[in-house]
């Protein structure tokens, strides 16, 4: 397959939405059903404290590293002032994420629960290897090989710290959409965390806040290999070096940076999959995506399930094979073969996820996946109703029953039925948790940095 088969620049700067990325990629890894959920169907995952908690951290050491110490500060004295001004911002940031999380109706959990000592050794940790850097940069060593560079000879601390900063993408708290890199090709796209330059190449650092032993973070070493791709596609070469910086660990990770025919035969599989799921073309075959979980080294499946993934899949109460069950349509329509027609209808089951807010022509909509046992079924919805929900209880995990919706479908395409809120329109709460939806309640499927193991 060639590239020819892909639509062109054009087509991918109008369906932005359409491209690949490293996460959608893993999803279609870990089982091709979950990868159908979240990048054929489209549907909402929620959001989970950890995750959020890996913001945080990096977040927090973004803007430490963005920061300027005092111009007479010393070698000695500089690491202890950086982690004083981190911890000053951990600790704000932290409460700032418990009433965010709170305040979230996508999110799922308690953020208060989480252990605050482990995120805060982690930006400590964090800290130590940039400042390995800037040790580094002083003694004129490159901080992987030992080798001498022949910096010029520094007048002050100071222009060391300056010198090794890190390039970074945005901060994700400020940004809101992660700001993603595109290859001029258009078909994908990405996000690093850190890059290092001043040795004179481009070593590029991924930063997980975790200890390295959960079910993702085996996924790091294809992540890499699409960052290298990113790179030569993008015309600047090979990298320098790339990085893992497991922050629960006490060392970095390096790895090997793949050469040319790995990244070539890596892409070649990523357009391979574009072409099957229908991108600017014929619709995909349902079936190419139904569940197939890879089984991961050294995990085992809990009862019931066809294999480890099904734990933190979000697709898994939709999912035959999971083990898992949707609770009942209750009062609500069915969702499957299709919605039915009719007004005053209502909607009952677990809500998995919801999007964030966009405009469309004018009008703020978000769009809400719900399941019940019936199937499962997304809805976009006006942003002012969604947040009328809300007030009443609506957010992800919880069983919810919203009333008085009116069904529309357009003339030349009867079989598609969608469903509207009317000014009647209101939710309730069925009930507060569904079966460890808490626990299970799987990953978010966006490229911003993935902390949140
Ligand atoms: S629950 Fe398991 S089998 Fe089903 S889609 Fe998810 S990973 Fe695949």
């Not at 580094?136 to 002050?156: E, K, M, Q, V």
Request: charged content about 25%; proline content about 6%; some cysteine.
């Amino acid at each position: 397959m060639t590239q020819g088969q892909l639509p062109d620049q054009g087509w991918w700067q109008t369906n932005p939405w359409a491209r690949m990325s490293f996460s959608r990629l893993a999803a279609h890894r870990r089982c091709p059903a979950w990868y159908r959920y979240t990048s054929i169907d489209w549907h909402a995952s929620s959001t989970g404290p950890e995750q959020e908690a890996g913001h945080v951290v990096q977040d927090v050491l973004q803007r430490v590293f963005d920061g300027n110490p005092a111009s007479d500060v010393s070698a000695t004295a500089l690491g202890e002032r950086a982690l004083a001004r981190a911890t000053r911002l951990f600790e704000k940031a932290w409460e700032q994420a418990i009433t965010d999380f709170r305040a979230n109706p996508n999110a799922v959990g308690d953020f208060a629960a989480l252990d605050r000592a482990r995120y805060a050794g982690h930006i400590e940790r964090g800290l130590e290897f940039h400042l390995r850097e800037v040790h580094a940069w002083l003694s004129d060593r490159h901080p992987r090989t030992g080798a001498r560079l022949g910096l010029p000879a520094y007048g002050a601390v100071i222009d060391a710290w300056t010198g090794t900063r890190p390039w970074h993408a945005p901060a994700s708290s400020e940004a809101g959409e992660p700001a993603l890199e595109v290859i001029p090709q258009g078909w994908f796209q990405g996000q690093y965390d850190l890059v290092y330059e001043w040795t004179g190449a481009r070593r590029i650092v991924d930063l997980k806040a975790s200890s390295g032993s959960s079910i993702f973070s085996p996924e790091i070493a294809e992540q890499l290999t699409s960052y290298t791709f990113m790179e030569r596609a993008l015309g600047r070469g090979t990298p320098e070096g790339l990085e893992a910086w497991f922050l629960g660990q006490s060392e970095p990770m390096v790895f090997a940076v793949p050469d040319e025919a790995a990244t070539d035969a890596w892409a070649e599989r990523v357009r391979a999959l574009l072409v099957k799921t229908g991108v600017g073309g014929a619709r995909p075959d349902r079936a190419d995506f139904d569940p197939a979980p890879e089984q991961p080294a050294g995990r085992s499946a809990a009862a019931g399930a066809a294999s480890a993934w099904c734990a933190v899949c979000p697709a898994a109460y939709t999912c035959k094979v999971s083990g898992k069950k949707a609770p009942p349509a209750g009062r609500g329509v069915a969702f499957s073969p299709a919605l039915p027609k009719g007004r005053g209808l209502t909607v009952e089951g677990l809500v998995l996820g919801m999007k964030a807010p966009r405009t469309e022509r004018g009008k703020e909509k978000r769009r809400l996946t719900i399941v019940n046992e019936s199937g499962v079924a997304s809805f976009k919805w006006e942003e002012r109703d969604c947040r009328k929900f809300f007030e009443r209880g609506l957010r992800a995990g919880r069983v919810v029953r919203i009333t008085g919706l009116n069904a529309w479908s357009p003339d030349d395409a009867p079989e598609q039925v969608h469903y509207f809120t009317s000014a009647g329109s209101t939710a309730e709460v069925v009930a507060e948790d569904w079966g460890g939806s808490v626990a299970n309640r799987g990953v978010i499927e966006h490229d911003a940095p993935a902390l949140g193991e």
